[in-house]
Structures are given as structure tokens and as C-alpha cells.
């Protein structure tokens, strides 16, 4: 049986580091030390963003979907660096559910 969009795979990165963008981005606004964590919640929206309009130009088969993809999978690694710089949990998750999303971003647009 053939495969219906050949971009499911990194539909489904996009959507996951989507939630996991989001889920941070949340937890972030209710951490003590707010200003600490300006950028990671600055970084948790944009590419939270990113993945969606990745994820759904993807599942539109885009003719710009290697472009579109390239810039995700560079949002993607900027919010995992800025992620990792964090002790927290929710962070941590999100930084590895955004190097995923980079790597399929990235063989996607090969």
C-alpha cells in the first residue's frame, strides 16, 4: 500500500515539538524565576508556530515544503539550544522534541 503524504513522518515531528513547544512555553509562564527564562518562552512560541505552519503546508503537499521546512529545522535547533540551557524537565523535553523535529525537518528538504 502506498503512503497517502509522503511527508507523514514530519508532520508528525512538527506536531509533537509543537506540543512540546506549547507544554513548555505554559509551564515556563508559571516557573518562579520568570525573567530567567525570557527567551526560552520568546523561543517556545516562534517555534511553536513554526511547526504548525511547517506541519500544515506539509499535509498540503506545499511546493515550497523543502524551504518552508529548511527554516523550521532552524528555529528548531535556536529554541533546543535555548531550551537546554534550562534545568527544568519541561524543557529538556522540548529541547529533544525539537532536535527530532530538525532532523526530519532537514532530510525532509534534502
Known amino acids: 500500500m502506498m ?10 515531528a512538527c506536531l509533537e515539538c509543537m ?3 506549547n507544554y513548555c512555553y505554559i509551564s515556563s509562564l508559571k516557573e518562579y524565576d520568570l525573567a530567567m ?9 516562534e517555534c511553536a508556530e513554526i511547526c504548525m505552519f511547517a506541519a500544515d503546508a506539509l499535509s498540503r503537499e506545499s511546493v515550497f515544503a523543502a524551504e518552508i521546512c529548511q527554516l523550521c529545522a532552524k528555529v528548531c535547533m535556536a529554541c ?4 537546554s540551557h534550562h534545568e527544568h524537565e519541561h524543557c529538556k523535553k522540548c529541547a ?5 523535529c530538525a532532523d526530519a525537518c532537514l532530510s525532509m528538504a534534502a
Not at 37 to 45: A, F, K, P, S
Open 19 to 21: 506540543n512540546a513547544c
Open 37 to 45: 527564562l525570557r527567551d526560552c518562552i520568546r523561543m517556545d512560541r
Open 3 to 12: 503512503n497517502p503524504n509522503p511527508y507523514r513522518e514530519c508532520i508528525e
Open 80 to 83: 533546543a539550544e535555548e531550551c
Open 96 to 100: 529533544e522534541a525539537c532536535r527530532r
